[in-house]
């Protein structure tokens, strides 16, 4: 199995409620990471984890919040996003320390209105 | 902090056409890889480099690090429309993390 599974695919919110996207792979990978892209963009690093512990944040907003409950799971956590938070968020895994390719999900594609 | 630069930004070729994408680091590469994504989707993993010098294909697809480990380059040969989309070069932070940054994209079309 080589799947990383983003939920919900697609996510229309307003800038008052508060959602969670999710991630999840059984690869047994032991790094995970959140991406933002924005249309015509490359990916652009979020936040790593590292042995479910957070070993980067690229000096993201604190309206997201990533957590990491176990092993095959992380979440990002939205609260109080602004508009130009719309984008596609992606979700990888990879078996870490370099010289690993990483997995990608889906992506959810995140509306804010 | 590292910085990935491709070029071209954006391709339109005709169907059978060969054609190159590179991918200039500003500091040296300690991992290459070649990722392809489709308009709103997940990336797909091509290839991965690591020595100076290295080439890999894989069906109509060649990549190859140079010995200096500072630039890489994708060449498609005969290229269908199914070779259509965003090329994506990445690269390990370097820096002893699991950080991964991605190059600007290149755009690829093929027409019939």
């Known amino acids: 199995d080589t799947e990383v599974t983003q939920t919900p695919k697609h996510l229309v919110m307003g800038m008052t409620n508060k959602k969670s996207l999710k991630c999840e792979q059984h690869?047994?990978?032991?790094?995970m990471y959140w991406y933002k892209q924005k249309a015509k963009k490359p990916p652009e690093l979020m936040f790593v984890?590292?042995?479910?512990?957070?070993?980067i944040n690229e000096s993201v907003p604190s309206r997201f919040s990533p957590e990491c409950p176990n092993s095959s799971l992380l979440n990002l956590h939205l609260h109080a996003l602004q508009p130009e938070d719309s984008a596609l968020y992606l979700c990888?895994?990879?078996?870490?320390?370099?010289?690993?390719?990483?997995?990608f999900g889906q992506g959810t594609r995140l509306t804010v209105v | 902090s590292q910085e990935l630069e491709q070029s071209p930004q954006s391709l339109i070729v005709q169907e059978g056409k060969n054609l190159t994408i590179n991918c200039t680091s500003s500091k040296t590469l300690y991992g290459l890889y070649w990722y392809k994504q489709k308009y709103g989707e997940g990336l797909i993993f091509l290839m991965m480099l690591q020595k100076g010098g290295e080439e890999k294909s894989h069906e109509k697809i060649t990549a190859k690090l140079d010995e200096k480990k500072q630039q890489s380059s994708l060449h498609i040969t005969a290229s269908q429309p199914s070779h259509a989309g965003i090329y994506l070069c990445g690269a390990d932070g370097g820096d002893n993390t699991d950080k991964l940054i991605f190059g600007t994209g290149t755009r690829l079309q093929v027409f019939p």
């Open positions: 990888a895994s990879s078996q870490g320390r370099m010289n690993t390719e990483a997995f």
């Open positions: 690869m047994g990978h032991r790094a």
């Open positions: 984890y590292s042995y479910e512990k957070l070993s």
